[in-house]
T-cell receptor, first 113, second 113 residues
Framework: QKEVEQNSGPLSVPEGAIASLNCTYS??????FFWYRQYSGKSPELIMS????GDKEDGRFTAQLNKASQYVSLLIRDSQPSDSATYLC?????????????FGKGTSLLVTP | DGGITQSPKYLFRKEGQNVTLSCEQN?????MYWYRQDPGQGLRLIYY???????QKGDIAEGYSVSREKKESFPLTVTSAQKNPTAFYLC????????????FGPGTRLTVT
């Protein structure tokens, strides 16, 4: 069973702070890692992808990957109330059915003004 | 505009009826996927297709059927054999089979009573 674990939250941070979202995965053969943002009642939106160890920055978002620890994280700097959403961690592997992604259940983030 | 469309947005059916959910993409993506999302749950893979006229079962295919007669289209039929069909159904596509980024349509929320 390939598992992707996330803390369900809610994670509450004040506006302007850094939000840190974490994800662990069980399949050591995993090769690709994604963060999706999902607003209530909407579909997931891809916001970050990372494939190699280290950090990847895109605007206010930074994804961090540590394959040895089987850990991937998402940092959101200068958090805004509009960042309030559920963040889904997704992990891909060549051994997955049709290269589909394994998703965590998501972490709910609340940014308070 | 390129993207993935799903219709209808909301669908209500009586128990015992089959229903077909539409998914169309104009991104020229090869692979298409159907996921199901239940409240508080991660996305679960129903079916996937990597090329036209070929599709494979995912983790929860029982009670569902699909077709892939055109690259752009991947409709999902929820049959009366599906025991708990009420859910949020999400169609996704990716440019190549493989651990690449997947993009989601807006989803169809199905309610069966």
């Amino acid at each position: 069973q390939k598992e992707v674990e996330q803390n369900s939250g809610p994670l509450s941070v004040p506006e302007g702070a850094i939000a840190s979202l974490n994800c662990t995965y069980s399949d050591r053969g995993s090769q690709s890692f994604f963060w999706y943002r999902q607003y209530s009642g909407k579909s997931p939106e891809l916001i970050m992808s990372i494939y190699s160890n280290g950090d990847k920055e895109d605007g206010r978002f930074t994804a961090q990957l540590n394959k040895a620890s089987q850990y991937v994280s998402l940092l959101i700097r200068d958090s805004q109330p509009s960042d309030s959403a559920t963040y889904l961690c997704a992990v891909g592997s060549n051994s997955n059915s049709g290269y589909a992604l394994n998703f965590g259940k998501g972490t709910s983030l609340l940014v308070t003004p | 505009d390129g993207g993935i469309t799903q219709s209808p947005k909301y669908l209500f059916r009586k128990e015992g009826q089959n229903v077909t959910l539409s998914c169309e993409q104009n991104l020229n993506h090869d692979a298409m996927y159907w996921y199901r999302q239940d409240p508080g749950q991660g996305l679960r893979l129903i079916y996937y297709s990597q090329i036209v006229n070929d599709f494979q079962k995912g983790d929860i295919a029982e009670g569902y059927s699909v077709s892939r007669e055109k690259k752009e289209s991947f409709p999902l039929t929820v049959t009366s054999a599906q025991k708990n069909p009420t859910a949020f159904y999400l169609c996704a596509s990716s440019i190549l089979p493989g651990t690449n980024e997947q993009y989601f349509g807006p989803g169809t929320r199905l309610t069966v009573t």
